[in-house]
């Protein structure tokens, strides 16, 4: 009896051996990363653009998922796009380019985007009118905000919001285990602008600042709300914003060098990607 006892017990401790490794073995695998959203996800404009998505996408090769996967070993599908509104989570955005949550399933275990500035074209409207006042006032006083008063944060409070609340849920429920994460925007403007680089009157720029803060409130809400981890990127951006010089500012001023007009260049995407890691506790490898 003792002898069968022994091989009972060997046997009991292979078997636990074996499980451990199989979970180590599971836990060992590449994390399943899916990056969701628009222009400052994608990377637009930066080089080496990725050759495996569709071009109208200006998906980069240096924006942040591709920096995060390449520091944590990821197994990434990248499916942001230049240009996303959140409806095109649900719709096909273009000719070709399918709608986003189709990369998601049921084993996605990270999600990451930007989204929202497109809804309502409030970005792309507010910054291109403020801008094209700003020219013709030479830089003085405040005929952005005389034009449009609260449209632009209306639309955000309004509009922008239960749509950015929308597209969270129905990410969560496509990848239903997944850590679901949403960045912020990264600071544009300076407090006191720098006209004519960034083309904006000295009376505007408090009006845009204003607009961006009460975007990246909402997506703060929004990912509240949906029980997603919003990433704060307004402190570490301050100072690094498209009135600073090369090297030190993370967003491209209206004539750039190497990234989109008023978007994050290859140095704002590492940054996004290092805020990301850190603040989700994902491993380097």
């Given at each position: 009896m003792g002898a069968r006892r022994a091989v009972v017990a060997a046997v009991a401790v292979i078997g636990l051996l074996l499980v451990g490794t199989a979970a180590w073995?599971?836990?060992?695998?590449?994390?399943?990363?899916?990056?969701?959203?628009?222009s400052y996800s994608s990377g637009a404009g930066i080089q080496p653009a990725d050759p495996a998505a569709a071009p109208a996408c200006s998906q980069s090769q240096l924006n942040w998922a591709h920096d995060i996967a390449s520091d944590t070993g990821a197994q990434l599908t990248d499916v942001s796009c230049s240009g996303a509104k959140t409806k095109d989570f649900r719709a096909s955005q273009s000719a070709g380019v399918a709608p986003q949550l189709d990369a998601l399933e049921a084993d996605t275990q990270l999600v990451t985007m930007t989204i929202g500035g497109n809804d309502g074209d409030v970005f792309t409207t507010a910054f291109g009118q403020c801008a094209q006042l700003g020219l013709q006032s030479l830089g003085r006083g405040n005929p952005c905000e005389q034009k449009f008063g609260t449209t632009f944060v209306d639309q955000v409070r309004k509009t922008t919001y239960p749509n950015l609340v929308k597209a969270l849920q129905d990410v969560r429920k496509k990848a239903p285990k997944a850590r679901v994460a949403i960045s912020g925007y990264l600071q544009i403007l300076s407090p006191t602008g720098c006209f004519p680089i960034m083309p904006v009157a000295s009376g505007d720029v408090a009006y845009l600042n204003d607009l961006q803060a009460t975007l990246n409130d909402a997506v703060k809400r929004a990912a509240a709300r949906t029980g997603a981890t919003y990433?704060?990127?307004t402190a570490i951006s301050t100072g690094h914003d498209a009135c600073q010089l090369p090297g030190t500012r993370w967003v491209e001023p209206v004539i750039p060098v190497n990234a989109a007009p008023v978007h994050p260049n290859a140095i704002g995407e590492r940054e996004m990607a290092n805020n990301a890691i850190a603040k989700l506790g994902l491993a380097r490898v």
């Open positions: 073995a599971n836990q060992a695998q590449p994390l399943r990363y899916v990056n969701l959203g628009d990433l704060d990127v």
